[in-house]
C-alpha cells in the first residue's frame, strides 16, 4: 500500500518491523494495537497511570492505600 514509503526509507537505517507497520492501513494497525493491549492486560499491566509528582494536581495522600 505504502510502496513510495518504502522505497523512500529503503536505504536508511529503520527496522523492517517499523516498516511494516508503516506499511499497514489504519484500519490493520488499529487491529495490531488492540493485540497488544490484551497481551498487556494478560501480563497483568495495570490502566492507572504513574504517580506524577510533578502534577499540579499531585496528592501524596491520594495514593496510600489503608
Given at each position: 500500500m505504502n510502496e513510495p514509503l518504502?522505497?523512500?526509507f529503503k536505504d536508511s537505517f529503520i527496522e523492517e518491523e517499523v516498516l511494516d507497520w508503516y506499511?499497514?492501513?489504519q484500519?490493520?494497525?488499529f487491529t495490531e494495537s488492540q493485540k497488544l493491549?490484551?497481551?498487556f492486560v494478560?501480563?497483568?499491566g495495570s490502566y492507572d497511570p504513574e504517580p506524577d509528582s510533578q502534577s499540579p494536581f499531585?496528592?501524596?495522600e491520594a495514593g496510600e492505600k489503608e
Open positions: 518504502t522505497e523512500f506499511r499497514m492501513s484500519a490493520e494497525r493491549w490484551e497481551v494478560l501480563l497483568k499531585y496528592s501524596s
